[in-house]
């Protein structure tokens, strides 16, 4: 595990900030968290060489692409296949349909999130992919009615 980053509550005031609008100019940021631009912009930088900012994404509205199912499939790895279980997932998280791969510790071993345009795809998906795979044991799929972030 790495050690720590020390922060203090402008970081974290800038982090917040970037967490709810990553795309936010600098100068407005530096106007939120009480800073000068060219202050702000320094310990961004310093955030992200430090590996706390990991990287900027966008937020994707997946209904209008299609998708109109989410679920959320537990794996259990099969006991023979144990010294598999990262390139497993990270085999999945390769694939279109996967959105997030979970490796945990406990039962189940994996927490899939998928979403396709349909139960009939989600159905092939599971069964291409999970159901045919031999290093998984079981499956269990969760449909996801809603998502609150």
Do not use: W
Request: aromatic share 4%.
């Amino acid at each position: 595990m790495p050690n720590p980053v020390r922060v203090d509550e402008t970081d974290l005031s800038i982090l917040a900030e970037l967490s709810k609008d990553a795309r936010i100019a600098n100068n407005v940021l530096a106007a939120k968290v009480g800073l000068a631009p060219s202050t702000c912009l320094g310990r961004v930088k310093a955030l992200s060489k430090a590996g706390v900012i990991t990287g900027y994404h966008a937020a994707i509205n997946e209904e209008l692409l299609g998708v109109a199912v989410n679920a959320m499939i537990s794996v259990i790895v099969s006991s023979t296949a144990r010294d598999r279980l990262l390139s497993s997932a990270h085999q999945l998280r390769e694939l279109a349909e996967v959105k997030e791969v979970f490796v945990l510790g406990g039962s189940p071993d994996l927490l899939v999130r998928v979403a396709t345009r349909s139960i009939g795809d989600l159905r092939t998906f599971v069964a291409a992919h999970l159901g045919s795979n031999r290093a998984f044991s079981s499956t269990q799929t969760v449909i996801i009615f809603e998502h609150l972030a």
